[in-house]
């Protein structure tokens, strides 16, 4: 019996139409999403993830066909094998090799109706979930395993998505907030060489920071903001469809950590234990420099007065 992602090579090889073969699929699983902050480590915890468990997620190779998925997931599943081990190379997100883990943007920017890679909500979306649903459910098949995603556009839409396409699974990942305002000021200034240019995710209601003139304080409220969508999208869900993981814990207690995730995945230890003496000792990216002593008094500032009643402990 053809494996499915061998059919439908078959058929794109043929010129055939293969939408007859996707009617009246539902998903086996519920998906999986990361909802995070920028500067989290959320792809390297996805790296970690596809050589630790079985998930289907977006390769660089199924993103480079993200306007035909199935053609990009049928090719990943032929070729990908259990045994990869990521590179753990990454620069602001971006991966290299063909089975490292991809955004996704082109494709989801389509779906959702986003004009734009400066914008990650869009009040006027015109949004097709049915065909959404359709063209995920398609995917999971392919690869066969359930769906795992990492994207930013899915902080802004998660409600949307768990109503109209499928109840899914939230991973939150936190970072201690002092660190991830410095490590965004670190690439705006390392990546742009300013420290004016915006980096990264915005906030549901962007106007909150692209009004505030205040680099420092700009990143700072984009921190906080982000934190208090997180939050209360978090508040809104079932106990049981969401855990929490902290960066801190992803180091310094690696093993517990990443079997919580397992467990939360369903996903039995095999694999993990297979791999987990392949991967690398991994440093904690908390204990790097300040991106510019002259700014810290300022920054301090900022914080102080955005962050005073946050406690990143009991997140």
């Not at 939408?19 to 995070?36: A, Q």
């Not at 082109?106 to 049915?130: A, H, Q, T, V």
């Not at 995603?149 to 802004?156: C, D, G, I, L, Q």
Request: net charge positive; aromatic share 18%; glycine share 2%.
């Amino acid at each position: 019996m053809k494996e499915f992602y061998e059919q439908i090579i078959e058929d794109f090889n043929n010129k055939e139409s293969f939408n007859n073969v996707f009617n009246k699929l539902d998903f086996s699983h519920n998906p999986t999403f990361i909802l995070y902050l920028p500067r989290v480590g959320s792809t390297f915890l996805q790296q970690i993830l596809l050589c630790t468990a079985k998930i289907g997620y977006i390769s660089n190779l199924t993103a480079a066909f993200w306007n035909k998925p199935e053609i990009g997931s049928s090719l990943h599943s032929k070729f990908f094998n259990d045994s990869f081990i990521s590179n753990f190379n990454s620069s602001y997100g971006n991966t290299v090799g063909i089975f490292e883990p991809h955004e996704w943007g082109f494709f989801w920017r389509k779906w959702l109706d986003i004009p734009s890679n400066e914008i990650y909500y869009n009040p006027e979306s015109k949004i097709n979930w049915d065909k959404l649903r359709s063209k995920l459910i398609v995917i999971e098949k392919i690869l066969n395993k359930p769906l795992f995603f990492k994207t930013p556009y899915a902080n802004n839409y998660f409600k949307e998505i768990d109503t109209y396409i499928v109840k899914s699974n939230v991973i939150f990942l936190f970072r201690d907030p002092y660190s991830i305002c410095n490590s965004i000021l670190k690439a705006r200034k390392n990546k742009y060489n300013s420290l004016s240019v915006f980096f990264s995710s915005k906030p549901k209601d962007h106007s909150l920071v692209i009004k505030i003139s205040n680099p420092i304080e700009q990143v700072i409220a984009q921190v906080f903001y982000i934190y208090n969508d997180l939050l209360e999208l978090r508040s809104s869900l079932m106990r049981n469809s969401y855990i929490t993981i902290k960066y801190e814990d992803i180091i310094t207690k690696f093993d517990s950590t990443i079997k919580k995730i397992l467990n939360f995945t369903d996903n039995n230890y095999e694999k993990y234990l297979k791999n987990k003496d392949l991967l690398p000792i991994f440093d904690n990216r908390n204990e790097v420099n300040f991106f510019d002593d002259k700014y810290k008094k300022e920054f301090n500032y900022f914080f102080q007065k955005y962050f005073k009643d946050f406690n990143y402990e009991n997140l």
